[in-house]
Structures are given as C-alpha cells and as structure tokens.
C-alpha cells in the first residue's frame, strides 16, 4: 500500500489496474446493493470521499450512507461464501475505520453473489471505537513512514521504479530470449514424439508387464487403487 500512495503523490502509473475479481466485484456491485436495500429496508445513498472531522489525513470512501448515523461495505466474492467475507476481520477493520473516520454509529457489511445468496453483519460503535484505541497508533505509525518515503528521494526513487524492466532495447537480452523460445519449441517436439513412443510401447505390451531393448513396462498401483502404467 505505501508503494501505492508514494507513486500516485508522484503521479505514477498505476501498477495494479484490476484483475478478474474486481472486475466481477465492478459488474455486480450494483446488484449488490440492491440486494441490500431489498434484505434491510434501508435506503443507501452514495458518497464521495469523507474525512476524519479531527484528523484529515485519515479518510475513506464508503460504499453507501444510510440516514445520518449508519453507513454499508459491500462485497461481491467471485468464488469465496458470502459468509466467509462477512466474517473476515480485514473488512471488519475496514468498517470499523470507516465509522470512526465518518463518525457514523452504525455500519453494515453485506456480501451478496448471484448464485450464493447474501450474508449481512452489523457493526456497532463501541467495537469501532475498541478498535480505533487498539489500532489508531500503528495508523499514525505508517502516516509519519509514508511523509518519510515522499520526502526523502533515495526512498521514494525505489517506489517509483518499474515492477516490470523494459529489456526491449537490451540485445543481449534478444538474444537469450530467441535461443529460449527455440529450445522450447526444439523440447515441445521432442515431447511429443516421446509421448507416441510410450503410447505405442504399451498399446505392444498389451496390458503385460514387458521387458525388451533396455526398456521395462510395468503397472503400478497408486494409493487409491488407480493403475498407472510406468516405461523405465
């Protein structure tokens, strides 16, 4: 995350651009948050960016606000039970930050999936308030750690190297990558002509256990009673 925040500061690209489970999570999240209104009776609505009234560098943007006191973090799970994500402490601490900063009493996390059905749980104010006693210096711990990083240029050059080096240029590169893809294709025929031996070796063993040429076929019984046929 610090990664993250250093190279936006600094107007980086973005290293992360999303994967098949936020683009699941993107196309049902609306769904999602009808299947709330629906389940609850609460009416949600949307949000910008909110700030920690006392403290502005804490801030979180909330799915949904509901009335003037309660607030709702949905989930999407592409292959997780709604269920599990419910009872997942990394979205309760992720609640519980964002009553503390919206100073909302009440909150909601309810993950819903089109085939799975929906798990809701609520969360109170004096949990999020436990948890903001236990939690708020290790917060302002990684603020100060990030102020560092973005001021100080030996550290923040190393945020804002590629993940990825660009070898386009590097001719030396070309060429290990070349004798790479040829030895792969050189190795893929070779695997192919070693499966129609084997495939022909035991279609002439004809179910026997044989020996001919050096070469032994033999069955073997795995722990499951399955029968594997080895060439040694």
């Given at each position: ?8 500061h ?5 290293e ?11 196309k ?8 709330f209104?629906l389940?609850t009776?609460?009416?949600?609505v ?18 949904g ?8 973090e ?19 601490s992720q ?10 009493k009440?909150w909601?996390l ?10 809701c ?7 999020a ?6 939690n708020?210096?290790a917060?302002q711990?990684?603020?100060s750690?990030y ?10 050059n ?16 070309k060429?290990?990558a ?10 893929d025929?070779?695997?192919?002509q ?6 022909g070796?035991l ?7 044989s020996?001919?040429?050096?070469i032994?076929v033999y069955?073997h ?7 594997n046929?080895?060439?040694k």
């Amino acid at each position: 995350m610090l990664r993250e925040m250093v190279r936006s500061h600094y107007g980086a690209e973005v290293e992360f651009a999303g994967n098949v489970a936020t683009e699941w999570g993107n196309k049902w999240e609306p769904f999602c948050l009808e299947q709330f209104e629906l389940a609850t009776g609460h009416f949600v609505v949307q949000s910008g960016l909110l700030y920690h009234p006392a403290v502005d560098y804490f801030a979180c943007s909330p799915d949904g606000l509901i009335n003037d006191d309660a607030g709702v973090e949905l989930k999407c799970p592409l292959q997780r039970e709604p269920s599990e994500v419910v009872a997942d402490k990394q979205y309760h601490s992720q609640v519980y930050f964002s009553m503390v900063v919206s100073n909302r009493k009440t909150w909601y996390l309810f993950a819903w999936h089109p085939d799975k059905g929906h798990s809701c749980e609520r969360f109170e104010w004096d949990a999020a308030l436990a948890w903001w006693a236990e939690n708020v210096g290790a917060l302002q711990i990684f603020h100060s750690e990030y102020l560092d990083t973005i001021n100080d240029q030996d550290k923040f050059n190393v945020m804002l190297e590629p993940l990825v080096a660009d070898m386009e240029d590097d001719q030396q590169w070309k060429g290990m990558a070349e004798r790479y893809r040829r030895l792969k294709l050189e190795r893929d025929e070779i695997d192919r002509q070693l499966q129609q031996a084997k495939d022909g070796l035991l279609a002439l063993s004809d179910g026997k256990k044989s020996r001919g040429a050096g070469i032994l076929v033999y069955p073997h019984k795995t722990s499951s009673g399955k029968v594997n046929w080895v060439i040694k």
